[in-house]
C-alpha cells in the first residue's frame, strides 16, 4: 500500500484528470478499497493509492460539495516519465473511454525537467524526469538540504 508521504517526499503531484465513474464503480472495477480520511471538522474524503506497474497512481475523491467532486481526481507522482502513457494504461484497466473524462490537465506532456547530478569527477547522471519545473526544483532543494556533497541540476530537455 502506498502512503501519501512517498508523494510528498517527490514533490507535488500532478493532477491528471476527474473520472467519470463514482470511487465505488472503481472499487467493483479494479477490485480495490479506497480508504476514508477525515479531516478536521470536515466531511471525509476518499484516497486510493494503487500501482498498475510501472505507474503509481493517487485518486482522491472529495466529499461530496459539488458534483464535480463526487468523481474521483486522478493523479500521479511528480517523476512520473511519462504522464500520458500513464493515463492510458489507467483508462484501459478501467474500461474508460478517453472521451469520457469529465476533466483532463490540459498540459499532459511528456516529462522534460530533468534532475541530473554533478560527481566530483564531472560526471553528469540524470537522476529523474519531471513534469513541472517546480518538482524537479523542490526535489533538488531537498537533496541539497540533506548535505550532500554533489551538485544538483534542474534543466529542461526535449526527448
Not at 56 to 82: G, K, M, Q, T, V
Not at 115 to 137: G, H, K, P, Y
Request: charged share 25%; proline share 5%.
Amino acid at each position: 500500500m502506498f502512503k501519501e508521504e512517498a508523494w510528498q517526499a517527490l514533490g507535488y503531484p500532478i493532477y491528471i484528470a476527474q473520472l467519470p465513474l463514482s470511487y465505488t464503480e472503481i472499487e467493483q472495477r479494479l477490485g480495490v478499497s479506497f480508504s476514508e480520511v477525515h479531516g478536521a471538522g470536515l466531511l471525509a474524503e476518499k484516497n486510493l493509492f494503487m500501482q498498475i506497474e510501472p505507474h503509481i497512481y493517487w485518486l482522491r475523491c472529495r466529499p461530496n460539495l459539488s458534483e464535480i467532486e463526487a468523481y474521483p481526481a486522478l493523479y500521479l507522482r511528480a517523476d512520473n516519465p511519462n504522464p500520458l502513457l500513464a493515463l492510458s494504461q489507467f483508462l484501459d484497466a478501467c474500461q474508460i473511454n478517453a472521451q469520457d473524462l469529465i476533466k483532463k490537465n490540459p498540459n499532459l506532456s511528456e516529462s522534460h525537467w530533468v534532475l541530473e547530478r554533478l560527481d566530483d569527477n564531472n560526471n553528469t547522471i540524470e537522476m529523474c524526469r519531471f513534469m513541472e519545473q517546480r518538482s524537479a526544483e523542490f526535489v533538488k532543494q531537498m537533496y541539497q538540504d540533506k548535505g550532500h556533497k554533489q551538485t544538483y541540476l534542474v534543466r529542461f530537455q526535449e526527448k
